[in-house]
Every structure is written in structure tokens, then in C-alpha cells.
């Protein structure tokens, strides 16, 4: 593997944990380092690089970020965000990864695009409706500033660090996994 192939799996990752957060923004960060030429996408997803993608996946991520502030619609959008989650995170890891067969391609971005974004967005999905079942909706504000900031913080990192990117996607993954710990029900012993 070479040096530019592992750079690449790490935006892949670093993209696809940020897709778990917001699922156009990071998206739309790809599209415009694709077309500023930052970054240089695969054949057949070049137009994420066009101008019309640029402007479709900024106005998406406005639409998106606004729409989250706005309690109980931010639950109601969790629930489609959840399984786009997973074709984003799949989509950006396969648009960005470099010199791999197309099959070996496909596994990384199912499994570590879309299983990283769907596990974020999961873990957000239900932290919000834990903030919502405790504060009636009033706290969802913060938690969509903290997600919308991880978003946008990963995202960056992603196209001008990823291997930055990558140790905070590690970071991200453990603290949820011990939240998950932490809160999940321990049997009772008789």
C-alpha cells in the first residue's frame, strides 16, 4: 500500500466520522476541496467537484445545520439521517480511497465509511433523544452545536490532516463506546 493510498483511507474515515455528525457538511467540505483541487476524487465521482455540487451540498448543510436547532424537528430529521449516515459515510470513503482493487475498495467503504458513520450517528441519534426526554427539547440546541463544531473540526482536519483526523476519529469512538459503558443496563445479581 502506498503512502498516498493510507492518506486516503484516512479522509475516507475522517470524512465518514464527520458524516455521522452532519451528514452534508461533510460532503460538501470533499466538494470543495475537490474543486479547488485538494483533493483528487475517483473516476466516476468527479462531480462531487462541480460547481453544481458545491452550491447542492452547501445549501444542504445550512438547511441541515438550521434544521437541527429546531427541537423535536432535529428528531424527526435523526431518523432519516440515520441510514443517509451510512450511504454518505460509504460514499465518501469510496469516492476518496486511492490504488485499491474495487472490491477491497467497496469492503473498506461499507465497513469502515458507513459502519463509522452509521455508529456516531446512532450514538448522536440517541443522545439527542436522551436530551430530549430529560430537558423537553431545551438542551438539543447544544448538543447540535457540539455535533455541528465535531462536524465542521473533523471535517477540516480531515482534508488538510487526515492522519489528525484519523486519531480523532479513535478519540470519538472511545468516548462513545465508554458513554455506551456507562450507560447501558448492568445485570442484576441475585
Known sequence: MTPETI???FLGVGLAASVGFRVFLPLFALSLAAY????????????????AAVITFGVATVVE??????PWVDNLLDSFAVPLAAIAG????????????????????IIAGGGTATAIKGAGAAGRMASTATTGGLGNPIVSTVETG???????????????????????????????????????ME
Not at 479547488?36 to 467537484?49: M, T, V
Not at 477491497?104 to 467503504?109: F, H, N, P, Q, R
Open 36 to 51: 479547488f483541487g485538494l483533493w483528487e476524487l475517483n473516476d466516476n465521482w468527479h462531480w462531487i467537484g462541480s460547481l
Open 150 to 188: 465535531t462536524a465542521m473540526v473533523v471535517s477540516t482536519a480531515s482534508i488538510f490532516m487526515p492522519i489528525l483526523a484519523a486519531v480523532l476519529v479513535i478519540i470519538i469512538l472511545v468516548l462513545i463506546f465508554r458513554i455506551y459503558r456507562k450507560l447501558r443496563p448492568r445485570p442484576k
Open 90 to 109: 460509504t460514499a465518501v470513503m469510496v469516492s476518496t480511497v486511492a490504488d485499491l482493487d474495487p472490491v477491497v475498495t467497496w469492503s473498506l467503504a
Open 65 to 70: 445545520i438550521f434544521a437541527y436547532f429546531i
Open 7 to 9: 492518506i486516503s483511507i
